[in-house]
């Protein structure tokens, strides 16, 4: 059985920090799309950033980038987004979801081509 366990959500005030884990059981990494979503209150879930686990490849939301880095450990099982620089904006339930197949580049942004998701963490950011 696929599980997708996220971590590492909170509390924090603008221009703070934090890094998400999604830790995975039931599959290894060897070839996967890895994604983070968010969805704040009354907005639609918005893809933040992908990792291709076959070779490595990244993108990130124009909101985002410069201030979130993904990354994974296959030999954990564990992707990571870590989150500099936050703003009120960010406020949201961030979710990981996987798709077998490394070769997301394209599409990653699209949820309903996924797998597999976590519960979600929250991350809220006061002003």
């Known amino acids: 059985e696929v599980q997708l366990v996220e971590s590492g959500g909170g509390l924090v005030q603008a221009g703070g920090s934090l890094r998400l884990s999604c830790a995975a059981s039931g599959f290894t990494f060897d070839d996967y799309t890895l994604g983070w979503f968010r969805q704040a209150p009354g907005k639609e879930r918005e893809g933040v950033s992908y990792?291709?686990?076959?070779?490595?490849?990244?993108d990130y939301a124009d909101s985002v980038k410069g201030r979130f880095t993904i990354s994974s450990d296959n030999a954990k099982n564990t992707v990571y987004l870590q989150m500099n620089s936050l703003k009120p904006e960010d406020t949201a339930v961030y979710s990981c979801?996987?798709?077998?197949?490394?070769?997301?580049?394209?599409?990653?942004?699209?949820?309903?081509?996924?797998?597999?998701w976590g519960q979600g963490t929250q991350v809220t950011v006061s002003s």
């Open positions: 979801a996987a798709h077998r197949g490394g070769d997301g580049s394209h599409w990653w942004t699209r949820p309903g081509l996924y797998d597999d």
């Open positions: 990792i291709s686990t076959r070779d490595g490849s990244t």
